[in-house]
């Protein structure tokens, strides 16, 4: 009885440890984010103070594949420091993490901006060894 419930633990085990993320496609360059942008839009970083700001997760299916890429995220911050119009601007590769990122967007909440609404800000997302973090 003590062998098997040591064998039953000892599956369990190696059944909870996960993989580790190994890349299967190189990571496309970094876009220079302010290249997208007009002289009047707003850049993530330059005036958003977060509130509420959680990173999208990594996709299982990138992440068994091992995918990486990168998502330019465009949002309007309201007066309330709420987002409004998000959209995906670019991602690479096309439709991989664009949908991950866009409903993580789409909860973000920001400082109420001093001078009123931000219109098209710009956030960059990397999708890179299996984690995800702000692009600059």
């Not at 440890?17 to 984010?33: G, I, N, T």
């Amino acid at each position: 009885m003590k062998q098997a419930i040591l064998l039953f633990a000892l599956l369990l085990g190696a059944c909870a440890s996960s993989k580790p993320f190994h890349p299967k496609s190189d990571y496309p360059p970094d876009p220079w984010v302010k290249g997208y942008a007009n002289k009047d839009d707003c850049i993530g970083g330059e005036k958003l103070a977060a509130r509420k700001f959680e990173l999208p997760t990594y996709p299982k299916r990138a992440f068994r594949t091992g995918r990486q890429g990168w998502v330019i995220i465009r949002l309007d911050v309201n007066a309330d420091g709420n987002t409004e119009n998000v959209r995906v601007e670019r991602a690479v590769p096309d439709r991989l993490f664009g949908r991950n990122a866009l409903k993580a967007a789409q909860s973000w909440q920001f400082q109420p901006p001093k001078d009123g609404a931000l219109l098209s800000c710009r956030v960059l997302l990397r999708y890179r060894l299996g984690g995800v973090s702000l692009g600059g």
